[in-house]
């Protein structure tokens, strides 16, 4: 596609339940990011994938998320037992070349966990 | 540890008038910086940077933006507005690795 795509646009769940989220990043795009962005608040790195390998995850909060990019292209974010303080605007981005900030962003993933 | 602060949440200005949003940076190594947009209902998209030469940068939609490196500053300003430019707009850093770090955000409300 044109840009940067992301499933679901939004998602409601209860607390304790398991959620994926979708990204579809723009094609040849080798670096693909996953941001989080709380209300009124700025976009907070997660990680940082370059090609399949997750380079960076120091962003993850904790062991209940996970992001996987098994052939390079499309990745997955998932988040186990979910809590209220999840919710959120989960952001995927992607980028030609990794270190220039040059990201191309979707349009979010908004997760409010009830 | 490096950080990027906007000073201000909201800017309310009349159409037509000039504005600036600022944006001050904390790193102890040379960084790039960024500004995103965000408009309603929109991903974020990038509207200028600052790699390396010139400390005045333009971008899209006749903004632009000076890197101060002594006042680790990097105000963003367009001399008249427009109601569409009504949007968020997000201060971020890269210090050449992996990870865009960015500000709190300041909404920028044009009012007619």
């Known amino acids: 596609g044109a840009g940067v795509s992301q499933t679901p646009s939004n998602k409601v769940t209860e607390k304790g339940k398991y959620v994926e989220l979708r990204c579809d990043p723009i094609s040849g795009h080798t670096a693909l990011y996953w941001y989080r962005q709380s209300l009124g608040q700025g976009p907070e790195f997660l990680i940082y994938f370059q090609g399949t390998g997750a380079a960076d995850d120091s962003g993850l909060p904790n062991d209940r998320f996970f992001a996987v990019r098994p052939e390079g292209s499309v990745s997955t974010l998932k988040i186990q037992r979910t809590e209220r303080g999840d919710s959120a605007v989960y952001l995927c981005a992607s980028s030609q070349r990794q270190g220039t900030g040059e990201l191309f962003f979707g349009e979010g993933s908004r997760l409010t966990v009830l | 540890a490096q950080s990027v602060t906007q000073l201000d949440s909201q800017v309310p200005v009349f159409e037509e008038a000039p504005v600036e949003l600022r944006c001050n940076y904390s790193?102890?190594?040379?960084?790039?910086l960024f500004w995103y947009v965000q408009y309603p209902n929109q991903g974020l998209q990038l509207l200028l940077k600052?790699?390396?030469?010139?400390?005045l940068v333009k971008g899209i939609n006749g903004f632009e933006a000076e890197f101060n490196k002594s006042q680790t500053s990097f105000h963003l300003r367009k001399p008249s507005v427009h109601i569409s430019d009504t949007a968020e707009y997000f201060c971020?850093?890269?210090?050449?690795?992996?990870?865009?770090?960015f500000g709190g955000g300041t909404r920028l409300m044009v009012k007619p």
């Open positions: 600052y790699l390396s030469g010139s400390t």
């Open positions: 790193s102890s190594v040379s960084v790039y």
């Open positions: 971020a850093l890269n210090n050449a690795g992996n990870m865009l770090t």
